[in-house]
């Protein structure tokens, strides 16, 4: 089902062009562009793919934005200290 509404400007010529060629071929102005709309949506596929794979990523990240473990309102500060504890303990000698 149609919903969206979509509307631009052209150029008087390539409006009489548009009508011309449409009425040759006995079709709908509108289906003409549906027509040259999906052959350019379909060029750029790999847009709306990558499009897709961001809000996936993005989803995954959201769960993780803002976490904040250990209760310690100073851990920013004091992040450097910390990574290196971290990194000692766990590639301790």
Do not use: F
């Amino acid at each position: 089902m149609k919903t969206e509404v979509y509307s631009w400007r052209l150029t008087p010529g390539r409006k009489a062009n548009l009508e011309r060629v449409a009425r040759r071929r006995k079709v709908k102005i509108a289906h003409v562009l549906e027509m040259a709309v999906d052959e350019w949506l379909a060029r750029h596929a790999n847009d709306i793919a990558d499009d897709e794979e961001q809000k996936r990523l993005h989803a995954i990240a959201q769960r993780y934005i803002g976490v904040i473990r250990g209760n310690n309102p100073n851990r920013s500060a004091n992040v450097s200290k910390l990574v290196r504890q971290s990194l000692r303990r766990k590639y301790a000698r």
